[in-house]
């Protein structure tokens, strides 16, 4: 367990909702009873931290999150803006202090919530004073809107910034196996308590990956699947790590969630870590 913002206990393994819309994050799912299923099975799994984003559909992730699971009894659901979208695959930073504040609010009505227990600054957008950006969600914060914040694809030095405005609770940024460049990140969110949400978790490249290579020798081992074991590699990477795997079809859900079953050793972990460089 870990608890957001000290007080928000969750699971660390959730599910991240941007694969349950349509081709290119645009549009409804293509199996719409299908994504209402998988939210649907993630209390039964035991999952209760579920990630989403107003651009992601836009809207509809949000949309079909209130209709399968509202009202969230023992859930945290987190949600972030700082985009706007125009067509499949296009995404356009925004983050004026208009924008993230008439965001914030549609996300509590389409979430059907009075307030929003975590809310992310999608990215810090370089058009856009910081001060003002970290304003916004300071105000979110002091008017109610949100009880908690947190950045997205930041550094150390963004994180040390936006701390001086308000609190961050959560930072995510694409971190697994085959991309560390955040490793600096994931230290000093250990060392200061909050919470890394990793995202892109299962990706990966190279000699990690490909058959007969470090990961499917050892998910070989571990009677597992490689992304299992590249799940618990992040479990064991850090105390305040929280990955989001997501996916559109239960079938791949479950197959995640048994991470959870994975326990690597010192060894393992260090193996996999040492194949990487």
Not at 20 to 48: H, M, N, Q, S, Y
Not at 128 to 134: A, G, I, K, S, T
Not at 252 to 272: I, K, P, Q, W, Y
Request: hydrophobic content about 40%; charged content about 25%; some cysteine.
């Amino acid at each position: 367990m870990f608890q957001i913002g000290g007080e928000i206990s969750v699971h660390r393994l959730g599910f991240g909702a941007m694969q349950i819309t349509g081709p290119g994050v645009w549009g409804p799912p293509r199996d719409r009873a299908e994504a209402i299923a998988v939210l649907k099975r993630l209390p039964e799994l035991g999952v209760d931290f579920i990630d989403t984003a107003d651009s992601y559909g836009p809207d509809i992730s949000e949309q079909l999150i209130r209709e399968a699971l509202h009202p969230y009894d023992g859930l945290l659901i987190a949600t972030k803006a700082g985009f706007t979208r125009n067509g499949p695959n296009m995404w356009h930073i925004n983050c004026r202090p208009e924008h993230l504040i008439a965001q914030a609010r549609k996300s509590c009505r389409r979430l059907g919530v009075e307030q929003i227990g975590l809310w992310q600054l999608h990215r810090i957008d370089p058009r856009v004073p910081r001060d003002e950006q970290f304003g916004a969600v300071r105000q979110l914060l002091d008017e109610g809107v949100i009880r908690h914040a947190g950045l997205s694809e930041v550094s150390v030095a963004d994180i040390k910034a936006a701390s001086k405005v308000f609190r961050i609770a959560t930072v995510q940024n694409s971190y697994n196996l085959a991309d560390r460049d955040s490793d600096d990140v994931v230290d000093y969110c250990q060392e200061s308590g909050i919470g890394f949400i990793p995202y892109y978790p299962l990706g990966g490249d190279g000699e990690l990956t490909r058959a007969g290579g470090a990961l499917d020798r050892l998910a070989r081992a571990k009677g597992a699947t490689q992304g299992q074991v590249a799940l618990a590699w992040l479990l064991k990477r850090s105390s305040v790590m929280l990955p989001i795997p997501g996916t559109s079809k239960r079938a791949h859900l479950e197959e995640n969630m048994g991470a959870r079953s994975v326990t690597l050793t010192d060894a393992d972990f260090a193996a996999l870590d040492a194949k990487r460089h």
